[in-house]
């Protein structure tokens, strides 16, 4: 069971926005960044989204990442085929001195 | 170009040993904090343990504390993991993963080394 809670799947169509939740308590979100991870089938983990909302060079800003107290939310516009992928968030927890990972989240596009 | 490659895996009976090791290149090592993650077959994506540039601090999951062992030798750029008293629960795709600012994220990621604990 995993410390960080993100729905199982979310799906829309080419074009179209998800969002997705990643629900956590006041010694990870609460009080640390938060990270978004894609992997794509077949490859490793590839970072996405870093502390709470700023993209790494590369990474279209077609993703989008926000934080409000111990939630945080990934977006992604203009879906693609291509964004087909698990995607994970992360954080640091204090209480726990370990980073935690979402249990993921399945994007499909229609 | 940061590049990190990992090796060790294979397969081990249930209550073995086995050690990784991850070689990354491309940025000076002894500078980042460094961690394992794995992922079981089908499932996500667990974070095992990290340790900080100089070696000096170490962390670990729950699930492997006292089991696995984290080190790194700054001269050699390499970061190793120990893991004993090995069990099935244990069988996954090791990635070695170089953090930043402590390990608040991980930026570049290896390949991934498999490890099978089956009799």
């Known amino acids: 069971q995993s410390v960080l809670t993100q729905p199982p799947s979310v799906s829309a169509a080419p074009g179209q926005k998800v969002t997705i939740s990643c629900s956590g308590r006041s010694s990870n979100i609460g009080n640390n960044y938060v990270s978004w991870y894609q992997q794509l089938p077949g490859t490793a983990p590839k970072l996405l989204i870093f502390d709470n909302n700023k993209r790494p060079s590369g990474i279209p800003d077609r993703f989008s990442g926000s934080k409000s107290g111990t939630s945080a939310t990934l977006g992604i516009t203009g879906l693609q085929t291509g964004d087909e992928a698990d995607y994970y968030c992360g954080a640091w927890d204090s209480s726990l001195s370990a980073y935690v990972f979402g249990n993921g989240t399945k994007v499909t596009v229609l | 170009e940061v590049q990190v490659l990992e090796s060790g895996g294979g397969l081990v009976q249930p209550g073995g040993s086995l050690r990784l090791s991850c070689a990354p290149s491309g940025f000076t090592f002894s500078n980042y904090a460094m961690s394992w993650v794995r992922q079981a077959p089908g499932k996500g994506l667990e974070w095992v343990s990290g340790?900080?540039?100089?070696?000096?601090?170490?962390y670990y999951a729950g699930s492997v504390k006292g089991r696995f062992s984290i080190s790194r030798d700054n001269s050699k750029n390499t970061l190793y993991l120990q893991m004993n008293s090995l069990r099935a629960e244990d069988t996954a795709l090791y990635y070695c993963a170089k953090a930043y600012i402590g390990i608040s994220y991980f930026d570049y990621w290896g390949q991934g080394t498999l490890v099978t604990v089956s009799s």
């Open positions: 340790i900080s540039g100089s070696g000096g601090s170490t």
